[in-house]
């Protein structure tokens, strides 16, 4: 039988400003991100209880968290983009979904979001740009 693992993020409430509004438009109150990250399952089913046999993704919040704070973004595809990026600096991850969406959009309500799903051949061809 063939095992596929993920880690999956939802609902990470990122502390970042993205896009112009003009004057009386409605100001999104929350940008969201969620991640589906596909790992080797051998660093799911561990037969001893120790960081060192897992995918430790606490630095990875760390730099996404980074990201969202240190720049004001005109758009989500931008901060989605360098999110991306930063996820391809981990060997570990072998492929992702992730989505970004605002809230609210129109008359205190409604969600918008955009979402990627990225191969293992883009996240190699990524490694290649930055590595």
């Known amino acids: 039988m063939n095992s596929i693992a993920t880690i999956e993020l939802r609902n990470l409430e990122l502390n970042t400003q993205i896009g112009s509004y003009a004057p009386h438009a409605t100001i999104p109150k929350k940008h ?3 991640m589906t990250l596909w790992i080797d399952p051998q660093l799911i089913m561990i037969s001893e209880d120790k960081m060192e046999h897992v995918f430790d993704y606490d630095p990875l919040i760390v730099d996404i968290e ?28 072998e492929s992702l979904e992730i989505s970004l969406r605002k809230l609210p959009v129109s008359l205190d309500s409604g969600e918008l979001g955009i979402r990627l799903k990225v191969d293992n051949e883009t996240l190699s ?7």
């Open 66 to 93: 980074l990201l969202a704070k240190g720049y004001h973004y005109e758009t989500q595809e931008r901060l989605l983009t360098l999110i991306i990026q930063a996820c391809a600096s981990y060997l570990a991850i």
């Open 32 to 34: 969201l991100l969620d």
């Open 125 to 131: 061809q990524l490694r290649v740009k930055t590595g």
